[in-house]
């Protein structure tokens, strides 16, 4: 029944393909398991699948490797995949959830055309309201394995009648209609100058090489207290930004001014004692924490590395956790003993752990559910106010942006074509490029009830 009856989208592509294989042949193989078609029918049913999801020249696309697609391609391939013998039942799990708002438009405007097309059933796993908001008929809300409620699109969304479905749709981001207040006065930490990064690819005997423009002149300041949010595209250059503020990787030109000085030119023995004072959040707290370490030794390890005694990094570290929310007990157990959000809780005490003046949260967010989120988010909020720190928040979910920035970055193509208060970017968008994505933002025609923060 697997592929031909029902078949699944999974919601991290990359670990659900064949790094070994190219994807053409991932499509054929599910119906040569189902001894379906003629070999060449299936190349042919392969072809005709990757044009019909949107995927850009499907010839030279079928011998290609996974890697060398994009997150949005990717999940196309997924869903050829499962549509290669037209079943009747598709079950998406989380499907778009690490894609930014233009290509999770196009991936869920694709699921609607299929639906349409082929008359299929379709059950979508997702945390994310607008995408319920956006694509679904009917919605059933789980809560500990238990369905607790479940109705139309309507009155589930506008009527709730569970305690639990209300608290979910209040922690939902609103697109914010006031203006959170900094004092613009406070103590300039960053100040970008015309930052380039620039990537050279393609080069080889017989071809010229490719020169992209990854950050390409871009100027922004950054204050104590101030959350500065960097949007846009996979590919638009936001976490790019973030791996040059910290010198991560090389820069080609411009000026970094952390505190008034310049630190571009620095080498690494001149920039390790100011590391301690920018830190980050990734992205995948679970990846960027080691699985053999105890959570109390991951947070420790910086300050002792930069001078601390053991004995007070413990008791900062306890500190800490307390502070994030999380019982002191966590100091002696490991990563995978916790939630997802429990470990973005750990590695936003692991950045603070130095006493930062500044904080690159990347995408610190994007994995979790709406009421984890919002757990999160109020946390990021509550520690820049009492800490004065300063953060640049880089992510694809514009309603997380309204919610938690003073300011916001749009970023296309390396560049950043519109800059302000999110209540303008959202409301009266001036660049072209900012009004497409501010439009593909799932289900933007739906608006929680905004609560009073």
């Given at each position: 029944?697997?592929g031909?009856d ?5 919601q991290?592509?990359?670990?659900a ?9 991932q ?7 189902h001894?379906?078609?003629?070999p060449?029918?299936r ?5 005709d ?6 995927l850009p020249?499907?010839k030279v ?23 290669a013998l037209?079943p009747p ?17 196009q991936?869920?405007a694709?699921?609607?055309?299929i639906?349409?097309?082929k008359?299929?059933g379709?059950?979508f796993?997702t ?9 679904a ?6 809560e500990?394995?238990i ?5 139309s699109v309507?009155?589930v969304?506008n009527n ?5 479905t ?8 609103h ?15 960053l100040?970008v100058?015309?930052?380039q990064?620039?990537?050279v690819?393609?080069?080889?005997l017989?071809?010229?090489?490719r ?7 871009v100027?922004?300041?950054v ?5 500065l949010?960097?949007?846009g ?19 080609d ?12 030119g ?9 590391r ?23 947070i ?5 590395a ?7 990094a413990e008791?900062r570290t306890?500190?800490?956790l ?5 019982d002191v007990?966590a ?9 997802g959000?429990?470990r973005q809780?750990?590695?936003?005490a ?32 509550s520690?820049q ?9 880089i992510?694809?979910?514009l309603?997380?942006?309204s ?7 749009v970023?296309?193509?390396g ?8 209540t303008?970017?959202f409301n009266?968008p001036?660049?072209?490029y ?20």
């Amino acid at each position: 029944m697997r592929g031909k009856d029902m078949a699944m989208i999974f919601q991290e592509p990359m670990s659900a393909l064949n790094p070994l294989m190219t994807v053409g042949a991932q499509v054929t193989e599910v119906m040569e398991a189902h001894r379906a078609f003629t070999p060449d029918a299936r190349k042919q049913r392969a072809l005709d699948l990757f044009n019909f999801v949107g995927l850009p020249d499907p010839k030279v696309l079928y011998d290609t490797h996974p890697f060398r697609l994009s997150g949005g391609q990717r999940q196309r391939v997924m869903i050829a995949m499962a549509l290669a013998l037209e079943p009747p039942l598709l079950i998406a799990d989380e499907p778009t959830t690490a894609l930014d708002v233009t290509t999770q438009a196009q991936i869920l405007a694709l699921i609607a055309k299929i639906q349409k097309e082929k008359g299929m059933g379709v059950m979508f796993v997702t945390h994310d309201f607008g995408v319920v908001a956006e694509i679904a008929h009917r919605v059933a809300v789980m809560e500990k394995g238990i369905l607790v409620e479940q109705g139309s699109v309507d009155q589930v969304l506008n009527n709730p009648r569970h305690p639990y479905t209300q608290r979910l749709i209040a922690a939902v981001p609103h697109l914010r209609k006031i203006e959170r207040v900094v004092a613009k006065e406070g103590e300039v930490v960053l100040e970008v100058a015309n930052l380039q990064k620039t990537y050279v690819t393609g080069r080889t005997l017989f071809t010229k090489p490719r020169i992209i423009k990854a950050v390409d002149n871009v100027s922004f300041t950054v204050r104590r207290g101030e959350t500065l949010g960097i949007v846009g595209e996979s590919g638009s250059g936001k976490s790019t930004i973030g791996k040059c503020l910290l010198k991560l990787i090389k820069i080609d030109g411009g000026e970094i001014r952390f505190q008034g000085t310049d630190i571009a030119g620095y080498s690494e023995a001149q920039l390790r004692p100011l590391r301690r004072h920018v830190q980050m959040i990734f992205q995948d707290p679970f990846a960027s924490l080691n699985p053999r370490h105890t959570v109390g030794r991951s947070i420790c390890d910086g300050p002792i590395a930069n001078g601390d005694s053991p004995r007070d990094a413990e008791h900062r570290t306890r500190e800490l956790l307390e502070l994030v929310g999380l019982d002191v007990s966590a100091f002696d157990r490991y990563p995978n003993q916790f939630s997802g959000g429990q470990r973005q809780r750990i590695g936003i005490a692991r950045a603070l752990a130095l006493n930062p003046s500044l904080i690159v949260a990347d995408e610190s967010v994007s994995a979790l559910d709406v009421s984890v989120q919002a757990q999160v988010l109020e946390l990021l909020q509550s520690l820049q106010k009492r800490l004065q720190i300063g953060i640049i928040f880089i992510t694809h979910d514009l309603r997380v942006a309204s919610q938690i920035c003073h300011s916001i970055a749009v970023m296309h193509q390396g560049k950043i074509v519109e800059f302000g208060k999110p209540t303008d970017i959202f409301n009266n968008p001036q660049s072209d490029y900012t009004k497409r994505l501010v439009d593909a933002i799932p289900g933007k025609q739906w608006e929680p009830q905004e609560s009073v923060v």
